[in-house]
């Protein structure tokens, strides 16, 4: 045991810090193998440079644009990982606001030099060439503080470097009184919430929205003339044909849209300019208005500057409002897949009235089986945004005094819902909607053996005579028409003529 220590204790001897005496027992050299490289050594020392907050020194990355707040920040939340990320969506309507602050504040008398960097690396950040920038997670402080100024150090840095300074310096751009100026994080993390959830709605959402619309849409047309019985309670109800069936979904995903598109309004509204409680102290008179008419001009979305800052701050009414409508697309997506899969269920002991595209195997087991892949994907997504609404729910309730303080984690959701939704009604359609076909075999067999067929008799004979031949024909295993005549209520030729599933589509 002693032989152990002392082995231990020479050991570390051997590899204390460069310049020490030799370990006894070792000539020169033995100690210099056992001592990093000077280049390893000059890598270990430089890999970091010093930079400062209101609390203090701090190590940044040398190959890191972010500074110390931002180190700061990954310190005190480390919370979730990588995946818990602010979204970069957020980020790069950041990189969008902050270019089109420096715009207006160079009007106002912001040194153009100065401006210039600024509106650059801001370019390059809504372009997405600094994403590697921005660590922190959405877990963090309330108001996105802390990504404001993650912001705010990546653009300062940036355009430092581009004016040939020294990264961490601060000069000649400073992230707080230039690239930060007129503002506070209270109303730019709101501004850019409002900025990407537009983008996200207009990129992602309605046009997967309008994909799956038309593809619907078509066949609704394609299967305008399949006459199929309907279902109520999932009992056999009356028939109706597969295309008024499938005019159901269409019209369910167009109200989607307009819903969603309902909500923009107020999205559009941003709360730049209000700084820190909503009455735009440090800015200047005009300076919301201008930045809210940049900000549409380089997104070409119609943004205006909020009507009331305090309401922009304290509440985020307009992401549940967009959150709702989205809510409200999951429920209508979910009803169409679940009815697309049960349609299609079988091949041989389901309903199999359509025959869906078959993408891929469905068991490890069970071999030739093909699940409805796509049907539960989709489904799932709008349990997901279901989640997510109810998040955003909690949070856009939670607005204390003259400031939110969910704010990262409310358009996380938004984002994240609205990117589902987009994603999963493109690849419901491509991979599903598009490829159904009608099984008109099967769907012939079971409307000429339902049961409801009977309700076109009730106008000639009565509601009761009616019910009594269904029920009679059901305990007996017999034909509506054999039944009916059994029972004295009409002739062959009557039934015949009253009941034609044709002439039971709608009013006469």
Same mark, same amino acid.
């Given at each position: 045991?002693?032989?152990?220590? @002392?082995?231990?204790?020479?050991?570390?001897?051997?590899?204390?810090?460069?310049?020490?005496?030799?370990?006894?027992?070792?000539?020169?050299?033995?100690?210099?193998?056992?001592?990093?490289?000077?280049?390893?050594?000059?890598?270990?020392?430089?890999?970091?440079?010093?930079?400062?907050?209101?609390?203090?020194? !701090?190590?940044?990355?040398?190959?890191?644009? /972010?500074?110390?707040?931002?180190?700061?920040?990954?310190?005190?939340?480390?919370?979730?990982?990588? %995946?818990? @990320?602010?979204?970069?969506?957020?980020?790069?309507?950041?990189?969008?606001?902050?270019? $089109?602050?420096?715009?207006?504040?160079?009007? /106002?008398?912001?040194?153009?030099?100065? $401006?210039? =960097?600024?509106?650059?690396?801001?370019?390059?950040?809504?372009?997405?060439?600094?994403?590697?920038?921005?660590?922190?997670?959405?877990?963090? *402080?309330?108001?996105? *503080?802390?990504?404001?100024?993650?912001?705010?150090?990546?653009?300062?840095?940036?355009?430092?470097?581009?004016?040939?300074?020294?990264? &961490?310096?601060?000069?000649?751009?400073?992230?707080?009184?230039?690239?930060?100026?007129?503002?506070?994080?209270?109303?730019?993390?709101? %501004?850019?919430?409002?900025?990407?959830?537009?983008?996200?709605?207009?990129?992602?959402?309605?046009?997967? !929205?309008?994909?799956? +619309?038309?593809?619907?849409?078509?066949?609704?047309?394609?299967?305008?003339?399949?006459?199929?019985?309907?279902?109520?309670? *999932?009992?056999?109800?009356?028939?109706?044909?597969?295309?008024?069936?499938?005019?159901? /979904?269409?019209?369910?995903?167009?109200?989607? #849209?307009?819903?969603?598109? $309902?909500?923009?309004?107020?999205?559009?509204?941003?709360?730049?300019?209000?700084?820190?409680? &909503?009455?735009?102290?440090?800015?200047?008179?005009?300076?919301?208005?201008?930045? =809210?008419?940049?900000? $549409?001009?380089? *997104?070409?979305?119609?943004?205006?500057?909020?009507?009331?800052?305090?309401?922009?701050?304290?509440?985020?009414?307009?992401?549940?409002?967009?959150? &709702?409508?989205?809510?409200?697309?999951?429920?209508?997506?979910?009803?169409?897949?679940?009815?697309?899969?049960?349609? &299609?269920?079988?091949? @041989?002991?389901?309903?199999?009235?359509?025959?869906?595209?078959?993408?891929?195997?469905?068991?490890?087991?069970?071999?030739?089986?093909?699940?409805?892949?796509?049907?539960?994907?989709? %489904?799932?997504?709008?349990?997901?945004?279901?989640?997510?609404?109810?998040?955003?729910?909690?949070?856009?309730?939670?607005? +204390?005094?003259?400031?939110?303080?969910?704010?990262?984690? #409310?358009?996380?959701?938004?984002?994240?819902?609205? @990117?589902?939704?987009?994603?999963?009604?493109?690849?419901?359609?491509?991979?599903?909607?598009?490829?159904?076909?009608?099984? %008109?075999?099967?769907?012939?067999?079971?409307?000429?053996?339902?049961?409801?067929?009977?309700?076109?008799?009730?106008?000639?004979?009565? /509601?009761?005579?009616?019910?009594?031949?269904?029920?009679?024909?059901?305990?007996?295993?017999?034909?509506?028409?054999?039944?009916?005549?059994?029972?004295?209520?009409?002739?062959?030729?009557?039934?015949?003529?009253?009941?034609?599933?044709?002439?039971?589509?709608?009013?006469?």
């Amino acid at each position: 045991m002693y032989r152990a220590v @002392r082995l231990l204790a020479r050991s570390r001897r051997l590899v204390r810090a460069p310049g020490s005496a030799s370990a006894p027992g070792l000539g020169e050299a033995a100690v210099l193998l056992l001592r990093p490289p000077d280049a390893a050594r000059m890598a270990s020392q430089n890999s970091f440079r010093i930079e400062f907050d209101t609390f203090g020194e !701090l190590k940044v990355p040398n190959d890191k644009y /972010y500074g110390a707040q931002t180190v700061r920040s990954t310190m005190n939340f480390k919370i979730g990982g990588v %995946t818990e @990320r602010m979204p970069i969506p957020v980020i790069k309507a950041f990189g969008i606001l902050k270019r $089109a602050a420096a715009e207006v504040n160079q009007d /106002y008398g912001l040194d153009s030099k100065i $401006a210039e =960097a600024i509106m650059k690396a801001a370019d390059e950040v809504a372009e997405g060439k600094l994403n590697d920038h921005f660590p922190l997670v959405v877990w963090q *402080t309330g108001s996105g *503080t802390q990504t404001n100024m993650n912001v705010n150090e990546v653009i300062s840095n940036r355009a430092i470097e581009m004016l040939g300074g020294e990264l &961490g310096s601060k000069k000649p751009v400073h992230p707080n009184d230039h690239v930060n100026k007129s503002q506070s994080s209270n109303d730019t993390f709101p %501004t850019a919430m409002h900025i990407a959830a537009a983008i996200e709605v207009h990129e992602v959402l309605l046009p997967g !929205l309008q994909k799956l +619309h038309d593809a619907l849409h078509a066949k609704s047309k394609e299967f305008a003339q399949i006459i199929k019985i309907g279902r109520t309670h *999932t009992q056999d109800a009356v028939p109706l044909t597969l295309g008024q069936e499938f005019s159901g /979904y269409v019209q369910q995903v167009k109200y989607a #849209m307009t819903r969603i598109k $309902a909500a923009m309004p107020r999205i559009y509204e941003l709360a730049a300019g209000g700084t820190a409680v &909503g009455t735009g102290l440090n800015t200047r008179i005009g300076f919301a208005e201008k930045v =809210a008419a940049k900000v $549409a001009a380089l *997104t070409g979305l119609p943004f205006v500057t909020a009507p009331n800052k305090f309401e922009a701050l304290a509440a985020h009414d307009a992401l549940v409002e967009l959150s &709702g409508a989205m809510n409200t697309t999951a429920c209508s997506l979910m009803k169409i897949a679940n009815d697309i899969r049960f349609l &299609g269920s079988g091949p @041989r002991s389901g309903l199999g009235e359509l025959i869906l595209p078959e993408n891929e195997p469905g068991s490890s087991i069970m071999p030739g089986k093909v699940n409805p892949t796509q049907c539960e994907a989709l %489904t799932m997504v709008a349990a997901q945004v279901m989640g997510n609404h109810v998040a955003v729910t909690v949070g856009g309730s939670n607005g +204390h005094f003259e400031l939110n303080v969910f704010k990262p984690m #409310m358009i996380k959701n938004v984002l994240h819902s609205a @990117r589902l939704l987009g994603d999963a009604a493109v690849s419901f359609t491509e991979n599903c909607v598009m490829g159904i076909q009608a099984n %008109t075999e099967r769907i012939s067999k079971l409307m000429s053996e339902s049961l409801m067929l009977v309700t076109a008799l009730n106008p000639h004979i009565g /509601y009761d005579k009616a019910a009594k031949i269904a029920k009679t024909a059901h305990k007996n295993g017999s034909t509506l028409k054999a039944t009916a005549i059994e029972l004295g209520y009409l002739t062959a030729e009557q039934f015949d003529e009253w009941v034609k599933p044709k002439d039971m589509l709608g009013p006469k």
